[in-house]
Every structure is written in C-alpha cells, then in structure tokens.
C-alpha cells in the first residue's frame, strides 16, 4: 500500500531546490501522503501493538520504503496521544492521534480535537485462557506435520510475523516472527474490506439492509444513486477510482489528506454502467462503511467490538475511525494472530459462532459466488477468488499451479496478508507479516502443502 509508495524525482527536486519557508508552508502533496503515512503507521503501532516507535519508523516505514524516506523523523506525544513525523525536521508536517476504540487517526487539516469525538470505551474482554482449547481459549492441539510446514522459511516467505493453521475448529499449528507473538496486534490491511462485508451482513439481519438496496446518493435524479448494495460489495459500482500507490491518486488522497474519507470517495463520478465493471476500490468499501454505520445508528462506532469480535472472542481487534468517524473498512483493521484465524473460522462455519448465527443464512455463501465482472478473480463480498499473483501473468488464475480445492477463497491485504478458507477441507491458514509485493511471495504453496499433511 502506502509503504510503496514512488516518491518521484521531481518531489526530490523540489526538496533540492526549493525555498525552506514553502516548503514548509506548503510541501508538495506526495510529501504531506508520506508524512501522513508514517506518523499513521508509527501512531497505531505504539498505541495498539504497544511498539517501540523508532523500531516502527525503522522497521515498517523506511525499510520497505523509497529513499527518501530515510529522512523521515517522529515524535511521539504519550500523554495527548499525538504522533508527528516530518521530513528534514519541517516538511509534511503529519499528525496522528489515538483515540479509545477507534484507534488512530490522520488529522490531515491538522485538528486532532475534532478526531478525538470519535471514541467509545470498549467493554471488557477476558483474554482467551491459555488452559482452554482454541477457539474459546488459545490452548492449540499441534499437528506435528503442519507444524513442521510454518518452520520452513520458504514457506513462511519473508518477514513473516504471525502464522496459524485452523483444522476442524482446532489450532493446529502457529509461528511468529522475531520480536512478534501471539498476542501483538497486526495490520490487515485490505484482509479489513471482508470484516466491513461482514459487518454489512449484520445490518442485513437486522434487516436495516438488503443487496439490492439502493439511493445511497441524496438525488435520486443522480445515477449513481442506482448503484446496489450488490454492486458496491462485488466492487462493480461503476465509480471511478485509482487504486494506485505511486503517486497522489485517489486512494492516497483518501487515506492521508482528507479527514472524511467517506465524503471524498462519494464525489467520484459515474464511470460506467453500475455493475458492468469491476474496478477494485478502497474507496468503495470506505461508502460501504458509511452505508452500514448510518443504518446501525448511534452505536456504530462500538458495534464492531460489541456485536462481532467480544462474541467471537477477539480480544484484540480494532478498526480504526478516520478523523470524522467513519470506520476505515478497507484498511485499518489491527488484531493478533489468532484473532484473524477467529475471524476466518467464523466464515468457515456460515457466520455461525457457538450456535448462535450473526449472519443471514447464505450470505457468506454469497460472499463467495464470483462476481460476474472480476474475470473470475474476486467474488460477491469482499473475497478473493484467487490468490496473491506472484509472477502470475495479468488475468491467470495464480492458484492454477498449486492445485488447490475449487472452493478455496481469500482474504488478501497489503505486504502479504493473507487468510484461506478451503470449506471443503474445514482448514483457515493465516499468513500476516511485511512481504512487499515485488518479493512475489506466495502463500498457495503453504496452503496446498497443508491441504495434504491434513488429509493424511
């Protein structure tokens, strides 16, 4: 995601050449994203993970970055729970703040009290017991055989940071990476836009929803006020969107200039027929977040932790509001390894936990069913089809080589997040760690190993 993001020659030159007094009044735009970025980045893994921040900077910022990143700096303000990271000392001037349940926030226009509305003090949750079996407790039953497959490096892949293998409803394996452990909160990333599709189905039952619901614009003279619900989760609005990292495109603008991510992504025009494209979109799932937060109504912010994650355990989840309250379902989920894998269970079991059913019967059937304008590669709710590309040409299957079940589906994200659910096999597998893409990593190996150490 940002972390790849391309700073050109020309923002350098500007840097090289440019007066010290504009630069900081007003740095170039690709310069405030980076700074916005890293003090993001910096802020949710000292006030969540509970991070060294330099070891942050260094480690999840500048290795994997440009350059030029290298001349980022941070400050850390414990007590208002503010992070600042410029470039040089002066230039970008990025501002994160941290808020109870929500956790942190880009304040790109440089009001962190306004962001700080956005909270809720989250009920207690007891910490799953290490004495009692997986998925009510963290108590595993090891699989020698898989266990063996998380400890080759080759199949890890690089940089891994936290890995479990769920088998008919019981951990059967884990690893975690240096300086990681069960208990540390990670990024998902993208893995985030399935949780927001999940949280739409809720409202689904509910019944505050339905897919085919539409007028989710005020005009219904507006043609982008036909667009489904249907047709947003496929990612086949017909919106236009560039999802591209290299330079300050619409998702970069989302994520790291506009305090309402949700009012910006709303202003896209109509690009095309709604449902006669797919075009994957952050900013889609960003609306989805609006859409199913306006429906739940005054307990939104806190519905996530006390309608989803306390019932299924997840102790430490998080999804993070942007500076005016909307959830950022395409990104900005944090959990520990297991509860990802609590998560991925959950979707194996038809969203069904301890008997109780939290999603409409069938819909995550229908998260499932390829969405018909994807090519194949994504389906009906914020899944994957396929998996990570690799070196995969453009528009072929990469799962082809490995073989794997006919009904596996993913959730991918960023930096080579990644949870499969193969039904078939009762197995989740649960990959997170910083693994840039130009690594061309593959968890499918992993998988379709695994796939064959349980069914023997």
């Not at 999840?60 to 600042?84: C, F, I």
């Not at 998925?135 to 898989?146: F, I, K, L, R």
């Not at 994807?374 to 089809?385: C, E, P």
Request: proline share 7%; glycine share 10%.
């Amino acid at each position: 995601m940002a972390s790849r993001l391309v700073l050109t020659a020309a923002a350098v030159l500007v840097v090289a050449a440019g007066g010290t007094a504009t630069l900081a009044v007003r740095p170039p735009e690709l310069l405030k994203v980076g700074a916005s970025y890293s003090a993001k980045i910096v802020c949710s893994n000292v006030f969540i993970a509970g991070r060294d921040a330099q070891s942050v900077l260094a480690d999840d910022v500048q290795a994997p970055g440009h350059p030029l990143l290298r001349h980022l700096s941070v400050s850390v303000d414990k007590e208002r729970k503010t992070v600042r990271a410029q470039f040089f000392g002066f230039v970008g001037d990025g501002l994160a703040v941290y808020r109870p349940g929500t956790g942190c926030a880009v304040a790109p226009d440089g009001d962190a009290a306004r962001a700080t509305q956005y909270q809720f003090n989250p009920i207690r949750i007891w910490a799953p017991s290490p004495n009692v079996r997986w998925p009510t407790g963290s108590q595993a039953d090891s699989n020698p055989a898989v266990q063996a497959l998380l400890d080759q490096d080759v199949l890890a892949g690089p940089g891994v940071r936290g890995m479990a293998v769920i088998h008919r409803g019981r951990l059967v394996a884990q690893r975690y990476g240096a300086g990681f452990n069960a208990a540390t909160p990670l990024l998902g990333w993208s893995m985030t836009k399935t949780v927001t599709a999940a949280l739409v189905g809720m409202q689904m039952e509910d019944g505050k929803l339905s897919l085919q619901q539409n007028g989710f614009w005020p005009d219904k003279a507006d043609p982008r006020a036909q667009i489904t619900l249907a047709q947003l989760l496929s990612m086949s609005s017909g919106l236009r969107y560039n999802e591209s990292y290299g330079t300050v495109s619409d998702v970069t603008r989302m994520l790291y200039l506009e305090p309402d991510m949700a009012a910006f992504t709303a202003t896209q025009p109509l690009e095309q027929p709604p449902g006669s494209k797919w075009n994957y979109s952050s900013g889609t799932t960003v609306l989805l977040s609006r859409i199913w937060q306006r429906a739940a109504g005054s307990d939104a912010l806190s519905l996530p932790h006390n309608r989803l994650f306390a019932p299924l355990g997840m102790n430490s989840a998080v999804i993070e509001a942007d500076a005016r309250g909307n959830l950022v379902g395409s990104s900005y989920m944090y959990a520990n390894t297991l509860d990802w894998a609590r998560f991925g269970q959950f979707l194996l079991q038809d969203g069904v936990w301890q008997g109780k059913r939290i999603l409409p019967a069938g819909f995550v059937e229908g998260m499932q069913q390829v969405a018909p304008a994807s090519g194949g590669q994504y389906g009906m709710g914020q899944v994957w089809r396929w998996g990570p590309s690799g070196d995969a040409p453009e528009g072929q299957n990469p799962d082809a080589r490995f073989q794997l079940p006919a009904d596996t589906y993913w959730m991918e994200g960023h930096d080579g997040q990644s949870i499969a659910i193969v039904p078939s096999q009762q197995l989740v597998v649960v990959r997170l760690g910083l693994t840039p893409l130009r690594l061309l990593y593959q968890p499918q190996a992993l998988l379709a190993a695994a796939v064959k150490a349980v069914g023997q």
